[in-house]
């Protein structure tokens, strides 16, 4: 069975500052994907970023990279330019990239707050 | 384009009952996972349906069940509820595996009383 494990509960930064989010998972799977979700407190979980393992390059979006380091099984998000907006719960996720069990394992996730 | 809805947004159930949540997916998926998530904690995956069949579940008891019907809308049914079924149920709906990610919608907030 695969596990997230997200360590940090809750996080602060000043806004316009740099914070990075961490988070490490166990499996024996070689082909999975990794996510991190934004859950605002609309509660609506909202995808952040993806990255498929088998890819070496870090994934990014905008504002939004990743430091994924598959041999520690480590999957950090960092965000940059950190915006009210930013302020949310965020989670990072597991699936198994075999296609027939595409579930989300998902973490325990940190509370961001982004402050003026 | 809409994205997933739920309905309702908020219900109270007294311990015992039965609960009945609906989801419809974002137009042109055509999976859609549920799950449960308690305050303060990440979602529990409970099921997926696909073509109208359950294709994976989680290690929930079998007073979950649930249905994906002809236009890939769905509903989670919850039977004899408990006080620990109180949660915000998530529906989360994909164009096939959903490897490049799910759309969730806000969720329904269950309270058992």
């Known amino acids: 069975a695969q596990t997230v494990t997200q360590s940090q509960p809750e996080m602060s930064v000043q806004e316009a500052e740099t914070v990075t989010l961490s988070c490490t998972y166990d499996?024996?799977?070689?082909?999975?994907?990794l996510f991190w979700y934004k859950q605002p407190p609309s509660r609506q979980m909202i995808l952040v970023i993806r990255q498929e393992a088998y890819k070496q390059q870090n994934a990014t979006e905008n504002r939004f990279s990743v430091n994924f380091q598959k041999a520690a099984k480590s999957f950090s998000l960092k965000i940059s330019d950190s915006q009210l907006g930013d302020t949310a719960m965020y989670f990072c996720?597991?699936?198994?990239?075999?296609?027939?069990?595409?579930?989300?394992?998902f973490g325990k996730g940190i509370t961001l707050s982004v402050r003026p | 384009d809409a994205g997933v809805t739920q309905s309702p947004t908020h219900l109270i159930k007294t311990r015992g009952q039965q609960v009945t949540l609906r989801c419809s997916p974002k137009?042109?998926?055509?999976?859609v996972s549920w799950y449960q998530q308690a305050l303060g904690q990440g979602p529990q995956f409970i099921f997926q349906y696909y073509e109208e069949e359950e294709r994976q579940r989680g290690n929930f008891p079998d007073r979950f069940s649930g249905h994906q019907f002809p236009n890939y809308s769905s509903e989670l049914n919850v039977n004899a509820l408990l006080l620990g079924d109180s949660a915000l149920y998530l529906c989360?709906?994909?164009w096939g595996q959903g490897l490049r990610g799910y759309t969730f919608g806000s969720g329904t907030r269950l309270t058992v009383v």
């Open positions: 989360a709906s994909s």
């Open positions: 137009s042109g998926h055509d999976t």
């Open positions: 996720a597991f699936m198994k990239g075999d296609g027939a069990n595409s579930k989300l394992t």
């Open positions: 499996t024996s799977e070689s082909n999975y994907y």
